[in-house]
Structure formats: C-alpha cells, structure tokens
C-alpha cells in the first residue's frame, strides 16, 4: 500500500485536511481508492482524525 497527498490543507489553529490516493495490490491485482483525511491538533498531538472514502469503488475492485 502507498498512499500519495495530493493536497494538504492547514489553517494554522489545529485544523488539517489531507486528501490522498491510495495504491495497492490484492491478490496480483493493481487496486486504487481516494479520500480525505481530516485532523484536529492540539500541540504537538492528534486529538481527532477521521478518514473518508467511499468505498464502493473499493469494493468493486476486490471483490469478483
């Protein structure tokens, strides 16, 4: 799995929005999946982090 940022969204009071691509591969077969990952941080530490993706568009590549 390998997962490539291709924006990175900070408001400098703790708040971040990361969206990515993520590659990998199941069972010999190329499988891709999007999402957006968003942060709250207090300090130096996460205090909240949820990811979002749909993942129909998953499931249709893993499953046959």
Do not use: C
Not at 5 to 12: E, I, K, L, T, W
Request: charged share 30%; hydrophobic share 40%; glycine share 8%.
């Amino acid at each position: 799995m390998k997962s490539e940022f291709r924006n990175v969204f900070a408001d400098g009071a703790g708040h971040a929005a990361l969206e990515w691509t993520t590659n990998a591969t199941e069972d010999g077969k190329n499988v891709s999946y999007a999402g957006v990952s968003i942060l709250e941080i207090e300090g130096d530490k996460v205090k909240r982090f949820m990811a979002y993706f749909d993942p129909r568009s998953l499931t249709e590549q893993i499953v046959d």
